[in-house]
């Protein structure tokens, strides 16, 4: 992401524009009765309230309870806490059924039957003022006016409120991807390490509902970008894959929501929350991998599902189904493992065991419809397809090192994949019995009793009243696939936005990480050759190289100042040529200029008299980290003030 800082002043036309870009943007939220997942994501803020009572209380009891010595008091106290124990418990599973519904809620769009996909309900927040804490900062650092900025205050506050319901679509992901560039100018501007803006971010875990709360906006970033990957988690879900263009989108925001939690993996560290937790993430970059290959598992059945296929096709769609088995099973290992199971909802880990159990029947399915009802491949194909396509057997009795040819031995090896297929697939409704939450969701039943079917009718059609022959174990089907999901982290650059807070001055010199002494006005005069100074750069102008004995050295004016003002007119945003341009218009009268200084970080701002030369201000500022003074176009870096996993810490803390 490389938000932009808009060259131009802060003028009256600009402002609308931006003020303008930024509402249409916030357009894209709806209040939660408005949205047809607005029922779910109100109950389960609820819940979250809810939870946040009984663990107040939890821990107040907790506190008396260590605190007396009666008896009777503690035995009280003791009750106390296994009542709120149990409505804890409760509102747990209350909160485990709203995401495990949220597998029905966001069903596709086809009228068709496929396999539900696992969306990710979005963090919930609490409202944040930002107006105490940043009209500090502008009085007191910036030593601006700070009641001038009510506006672009309000602004931010708008724009925070707006992202915490977005829309399922593009509309909504831009919004959110908006407020994290804002972010990012915000850490850019305001936040000098060590330091915090003395703000308290508030958000609730979306797993469990405990909320978690941290001072550094590292945090905030972190959670808005959690809520970006599980938008497209939710996008990904809902999309219509009957269809090559649904499967596509669905591929596409998967990738992407893996492509943030992964992103969110390795730039952060000590999260607050579990679900924010390295372990967390991993498995849900995981998950979302898995259900991109499944979505292009469905894409290749789209083209012609009913036509007759070769052995070849058959057997590469059994690979492929092998594949998507293989990637959620390995997902439900991560989630039957601590920490992760202690927070997983049981819904989420009973649906990937039963999509471990449905697509790895499949496979065995489409490997008997290509040894029974495909036409043979091509002689020469034969040789290679038992170390391709089927693994080892299951028992000792293999079917040797060639591949069936004569149509009894393929009848009975399709017989052993279909007797394979029927026990996946009632092993995959047994588990699906299990679940209460999964049991309300008809569409992931008629799925798999259609599947088993139409396993039961393909065996019935191959056996055979005088075969008493015991069918022996069928081989594994080895996992291929020819398209693997790629990761995509969120592209924050096609999101252009504009520092709200421009009108501050450029970052390359006014943000909280450096200090400053104001200068002036000072009236400097046009001698016989010139204004005896040399400037260089845009927004702010520099004053490069200053001429002993000049109308500039005689004003006070030193190598190393930035002119913020000319004639009372601020220009911080100001061109070179634009500057030059203006001086080369002065009279006689001479002009009126302002500038600042840089200090070095050890000097506090205001105090002393000395100003380093232009060469050992640069080199002060290379040794502290400013950087030489950027063009028009700077911008912050898009992951200033994560907090790195090298570094391990108890919170999430600014880089410095």
Not at 223 to 239: E, K
Not at 475 to 492: G, L, M, N, Y
């Amino acid at each position: 992401m490389i938000p932009e800082e808009r060259p131009d002043g802060p003028g009256a036309g600009e402002e609308s524009a931006r003020l303008e870009e930024a509402g249409s943007v916030r357009k894209g939220s709806d209040p939660l009765a408005q949205i047809p997942r607005g029922r779910p994501q109100s109950r389960r803020a609820r819940v979250h309230q809810q939870i946040t009572k009984e663990l107040r209380m939890r821990t107040g009891a907790e506190n008396l309870y260590r605190a007396t010595s009666n008896a009777w008091v503690r035995e009280t106290v003791a009750l106390e806490l296994s009542y709120v124990n149990s409505s804890l418990q409760l509102l747990k599973e209350e909160l485990e059924e709203l995401n495990g519904s949220s597998v029905e809620a966001d069903r596709p769009e086809s009228e068709g039957i496929t396999v539900p996909l696992i969306p990710l309900g979005l963090k919930e927040t609490r409202e944040l003022d930002w107006s105490t804490p940043l009209k500090e900062l502008i009085s007191g650092h910036f030593g601006e006016d700070s009641a001038s900025y009510e506006a672009e205050i309000k602004e931010l506050g708008d724009l925070r409120q707006a992202i915490r319901t977005p829309n399922r679509s593009e509309v909504g992901l831009e919004l959110l991807m908006a407020y994290y560039n804002q972010l990012c100018f915000l850490d850019a501007r305001f936040v000098a390490p060590p330091g915090n803006l003395g703000l308290l971010f508030h958000w609730y875990d979306s797993l469990t509902g405990v909320p978690a709360q941290q001072r550094a906006l590292a945090f905030e970033k972190g959670s808005v970008l959690f809520n970006i990957g599980a938008l497209h988690t939710q996008i990904g879900a809902r999309q219509d894959r009957s269809c090559p263009e649904g499967t596509r989108r669905a591929v596409e925001a998967f990738q992407k929501a893996a492509g943030a939690f992964s992103l969110l993996r390795e730039n952060f560290s000590g999260a607050p929350s579990p679900d924010m937790s390295p372990a967390s993430l991993s498995m849900l970059e995981g998950l979302m991998t898995a259900q991109a290959q499944e979505c292009i598992f469905e894409g290749l059945l789209l083209p012609s599902p009913e036509a007759p296929q070769d052995c070849l096709a058959q057997l590469r769609l059994a690979q492929e189904a092998a594949q998507v088995a293989a990637e959620y099973r390995q997902v439900h290992q991560t989630m039957t493992q601590p920490p992760v199971r202690d927070y997983v909802p049981f819904p989420w880990t009973t649906l990937v065991h039963v999509k471990a159990e449905y697509f790895c029947a499949l496979a065995h399915y489409h490997a008997a419809v290509a040894l029974c009802d495909s036409p043979p491949a091509a002689e020469e194909d034969f040789p290679a397809l038992p170390q391709a396509f089927l693994g080892p057997p299951a028992t000792s009795e293999p079917w040797g090192a060639v591949f069936p040819q004569e149509q009894e031995e393929r009848r009975n090896l399709g017989k052993a994949h279909l007797k394979r297929s029927i026990l996946g697939q009632e092993e995959a409704l047994r588990l699906h019995a299990v679940c209460r939450a999964l049991r309300r969701v008809d569409l992931l039943q008629a799925v798999l009793a259609q599947a088993l079917q139409r396993s039961l009718a393909k065996y019935s059609e191959l056996d055979r009243e005088d075969d008493f022959l015991e069918t022996a174990e069928a081989p594994d089907i080895q996992p291929k696939t020819q398209q693997k999901p790629e990761i995509r982290a969120p592209s924050f650059s096609r999101v252009k936005v504009t520092d709200i807070f421009q009108r501050l001055g450029p970052l390359s010199v006014f943000s909280a990480k450096n200090h400053w002494r104001l200068a002036g006005p000072v009236r400097v005069t046009r001698g016989e050759a010139g204004f005896g100074l040399t400037l260089r750069g845009d927004a702010p102008v520099l004053v490069a190289a200053v001429m002993p004995g000049g109308p500039a050295a005689a004003a006070g004016l030193q190598e190393g100042d930035y002119i913020v003002s000319l004639n009372g007119q601020p220009c911080k945003w100001w061109r070179h040529a634009e500057v030059v341009a203006r001086l080369k218009g002065v009279g006689d009268e001479g002009v009126s200029l302002q500038v600042v200084t840089l200090l070095p970080r050890a000097e506090p701002p205001g105090t002393g008299h000395h100003r380093p030369a232009l060469g050992g201000l640069l080199r002060i500022q290379k040794e502290c980290g400013w950087g030489t003074p950027a063009p028009a176009r700077a911008s912050p870096r898009c992951f200033l003030g994560w907090s790195r996993k090298a570094k391990p810490t108890g919170r999430l803390s600014p880089q410095p």
